[in-house]
T-cell receptor, first 111, second 114 residues
């Protein structure tokens, strides 16, 4: 059974204090790993897709990396507007359209 | 309208009511999904439709009944729900034309069952 574990559950940062969120996964044949951002009361907003180990993608202050067992979402010099819940999901080979999600990391960036 | 829209955004219903959630996607996609999101739990896939055909039912109770009349519209019909069905219901869509199908989500319907 595919599994996704995200850590930490919650993270509080000062503005400008860089950190990383972790997504560990077990999946039978990874087709892709997805990162989403979710603001309270809203649907998840797509950030990145990573396909293979060693791949990296960047968007503004966010950088996602992938190994064979985990993915990291690095946040450089965060701002209060980066506060949100960050969700990780995996899609397995042969799993059709199904995404398996983690429970997310709730990030709060304070002034 | 752009992206994926959902109506209503909020819904309160009694256990004996019948209501429907509506989802519309404006992305030209051909796959649509219903997810349930409860506090402290991962998103749970409920149903998948590809080209209007249901391809996945993730052991969802029959009090939830999906309908997909075309590739742009998806409904979730609700009847005799239980309080534990209170959650955020999310619709998503994706294109099935490429090797990797990113799912794009709507804003969700916050459902409260009394």
């Amino acid at each position: 059974e595919d599994q996704v574990t995200q850590s930490p559950e919650a993270l509080r940062l000062q503005e400008g204090e860089s950190s990383s969120l972790n997504c560990s996964y077990t999946v039978s044949g990874l087709r892709g790993l997805f990162w989403y951002r979710q603001d309270p009361g809203k649907g998840p907003e797509f950030l990145f897709t990573l396909y293979s180990a060693g791949e990296e993608k960047e968007k503004e202050r966010l950088k996602a990396t992938l190994t064979k067992k985990e993915s990291f979402l690095h946040i450089t010099a965060p701002k209060p507007e980066d506060s949100a819940t960050y969700l990780c999901a995996v899609q397995a080979g042969g799993g059709g359209n199904k995404l398996t999600f983690g429970t997310g990391t709730q990030l709060k960036v304070e002034l | 309208e752009t992206g994926v829209t959902q109506t209503p955004r909020h819904l309160v219903m009694g256990m004996t009511n019948k209501k429907s959630l509506k989802c519309e996607q404006h992305l030209g996609h051909n796959a649509m999904y219903w997810y349930k999101q409860s506090a402290k739990k991962p998103l749970e896939l409920m149903f998948v439709y590809n080209f209007k055909e249901q391809t996945e039912n993730n052991s969802v109770p029959s009090r939830f009944s999906p309908e997909c009349p075309n590739s742009s519209h998806l409904f979730l019909h609700l009847h005799t729900l239980q309080p534990e069905d209170s959650a955020l219901y999310l619709c998503a869509s994706s294109s099935q034309r490429g090797p990797m199908e990113t799912q794009y989500f709507g804003p969700g319907t916050r459902l409260l069952v009394l």
